[in-house]
């Protein structure tokens, strides 16, 4: 009989309890499929006496999760504490140092500081495995470190943040504001403690620079995404591009041009009947384009307790199972360190507009499109009441450089009455 | 520097030289992600002249897959011969007995004779490694296997035969006959060899069984599922259904449930707009129901030489990074037999009928069906020319029992002027 694994776990909030949840609803089940029993050794959290609906009197406390890391006691450290920095990063390096394998769902941690994370557990010989880091119950991290490993990989896209995708779909339903239903998803407990972090699309740029790394054999490098969130979408605008046949999505894009890598999160358009186009609520999608294989989707709950806790108990059997995995793919000597785009490639894009409703206005706008080489593909003015006229617009493909000029230049024709919006419609072969 | 890994391939059809092909061109990548060169030493096919895009004269050559298999040089055995018995499974159980690990692509074998392999495999400890069998680039078996191990599977189901796939939705858009489609997929290569192993569902059912086993911890149990084809879908079924909001898709579907393991492959009908409904030509979805983790969705490239020669290569590597995961899941001793269930769920179902135009021929249907308690949903008849009338009817839930009834008595009513059809409408909850 081979003794058990010992595990320590810092971090007792909703996904920590799961975790111990289901190590311990599911003990016959991972010792029939790994061989071993698992041991719940030692736990750390802010508060050792806080309600949970696990008991934690039979496990070692320690109130510093670094000394937690440090114990010769545990195999394996699940970190739950969160946070780019601090005493997750601490007690992370510190159970390396240790010899200790780790298992985090820490994207922020992950994003910001991966790439000497990787060097250090490489070096030291132990595993650094985060499943539940990047679109929770999607098993993502895995398919592309393992099953498309070999693949070329030329895009990869998706709705990363489930938070983002219940606001805008229940806003396209309720037809309410952003603020209304911001404040609903924030009383439902759906926004991070600091929701910027959900709505100002960091919380995705973090996921996709980990994806973008996987996918391309590169440092990861978050500082070279190019995020944008979903505050400024107005109820107009997706309303508009509904009538058009577009739905509204916070879209995670990374993509190997001829320019560099391009990493980019930003509110898009893509068909309403595309599969990205149809994802409702707090669903998560990843689409893995590659060069072999075709568009490979994987949809899934995107957070929850047990999705997420799952994903951290997958790779914790991934490890006793003998993974041999490097963190990011490849040994972290050889990742790449990727040129980045300074432009988006080119795409059609959504502009919408508010025109003086007098002769020649409309002139002006095409004439200032015109002058960008920006040609339309599809245009719509509304019915108005009022003396300013709604005008929609979706241009055939066109540079991102373009389009940043002409919102300069639009305001200066003098018959714009509201800042111009302009939104990218993402390209799907599929 | 470690030794190369020597690998023999058996059968270069299309997925065979396209495993050559991937095996060459990413040699690079492979040894960057797994730390070990691989070296083709040996192939076995039908003819060595045969013209081929990949060159194999500086490859040993066995004529006999078996001998290939038992030959001391060979670390991994890739069998790609295909077919449920003869050479294909004497060349696996003799690379067994050799000591040397088993990649293969085929369902039909494994649906077969999965269990006396997985014991042999387990007992020899070599590993029987199969991603390629099931959803070409989708990788379903890794996903199962090891990313939801843990995970209570309540049912999976899917569309895992895309030649079907591409004959139902081409019949839709072309509104022509199953016939004619039929052969447009035949002229086009899409058939197997022998079709009825595509159209009469037997190779979604080898699917099913080996999803099956991984999904419940069950033996492979092939003869257990309830498998009906696509040849007596019409065209007026289609369009019917269509009308009623549904498509009509072939269908694998296991689940456990109270009365048993159920495993059933048939036509179906689908909410038009679901995720399933939409799939169009020969993509694969295959959906992962689980107690913990919601529902995940698998899409991708059903089969071709890439793809199914990357998930040929992935397996390889996994051999190659130790991978010590199960053949199916847990040991084969722990495999459980699961009792089979007689009867399928309950569902909704979708009755097609053409009546005598006459009055009370309605009225004798409606009896018919209320004498075996199914109670109607929605009904539509037909504008119609002659003095038939199409009737459809979408009832409420019901079992299988009472469908099967009242199929043999609607005839007796005298009302009923052709075979009457049903189809099962497949509850979504996603």
Redesign the interface.
Same mark, same amino acid.
């Not at 393992?146 to 693949?151: G, K, R, V």
């Not at 199972?321 to 490097?326: D, E, L």
């Given at each position: 009989m081979l003794s058990p694994i010992r595990i320590g776990i810092a971090g007792l909030g909703t996904v920590g309890v799961g975790v111990i949840k289901?190590l311990r609803d599911?003990s016959n +089940?991972?010792e029939?499929?790994t061989g071993r029993t698992i041991k719940i050794v030692v736990v750390s959290a802010k508060s050792r006496e806080k309600n949970r609906d696990q008991p934690i009197d039979s496990y070692h406390w320690e109130s510093d999760p670094v000394n937690l890391a440090l114990r010769d006691d545990i195999d394996i450290y699940v970190e739950l504490i969160g946070g780019e920095d601090g005493v997750a990063k601490e007690s992370i390096e510190a159970a390396i140092s240790n010899g200790v394998h780790v298992v985090t769902a820490n994207k922020a941690l992950l994003a910001m500081h991966g790439n000497k994370l990787a060097e250090a557990s490489e070096e030291r010989e132990v595993l650094l495995k985060f499943?539940a880091a990047v679109a929770g @119950? !999607?098993?993502v991290i895995?398919?592309l470190n393992?099953?498309? +490993?070999?693949?070329k990989v030329t895009r990869v896209m998706g709705v990363m943040n489930g938070s983002c995708n219940y606001i805008l779909t229940r806003m396209e339903e309720s037809e309410l504001s952003y603020e209304s239903i911001f404040k609903e998803a924030d009383d439902l407990g759906f926004l991070e403690a600091d929701p910027t972090l959900d709505v100002g699309g960091i919380d995705s740029a973090h996921k996709l620079a980990i994806l973008s790394s996987l996918a391309f #054999?590169t440092n990861v490098n978050f500082s070279g995404v190019n995020v944008q969130g979903i505050e400024a979408i107005s109820i107009d605008d997706i309303k508009h591009a509904s009538d058009m046949g577009f739905r509204i999505k916070l879209l995670g894009v990374c993509e190997m041009t001829e320019a560099g890598l391009e990493q980019r999160v930003k509110p898009c358009l893509v068909p309403a009947?595309s599969?990205l186009g149809?994802l409702e609520g707090g669903t998560n999608m990843v689409v893995i384009e590659t060069e072999? /294989? #075709? +568009? !490979?989707?994987?949809?899934?709950?995107g957070a #929850?307790r047990?999705?997420t806790?799952?994903?951290v108990? /997958?790779d914790i !059997?991934?490890i006793i199972? #003998? +993974?041999? !995995?490097?963190t990011f @793919?490849?040994?972290y000597k050889?990742l790449k360190n990727a040129l980045v785009s300074d432009f988006s490639v080119d795409a059609p894009y959504y502009i919408r507009l508010l025109l003086e409703d007098k002769p020649g206005a409309l002139a002006k706008v095409t004439a200032s499109l015109g002058k960008e080489s920006i040609s339309i593909n599809r245009m719509r003015q509304y019915d108005h009441e009022s003396s300013k006229a709604p005008v929609l617009i979706v241009t055939h493909s066109t540079s991102s450089e373009s389009v940043e000029k002409v919102l300069k230049e639009l305001p200066k024709t003098g018959v714009i009455t509201q800042e111009p919006v302009a939104l990218r419609i993402e390209e799907l072969n599929y």
């Open positions: 289901i599911y +089940s991972i029939i499929k499943e @119950g !999607i098993p895995k398919v393992e099953a498309l +490993s070999i693949n #054999g009947g599969p149809l072999d /294989s #075709g +568009s !490979i989707i994987l949809q899934g709950p #929850g047990n999705p806790a799952h994903a108990v /997958s !059997i991934d199972n #003998g +993974s041999k !995995i490097k @793919g490849v040994p050889l």
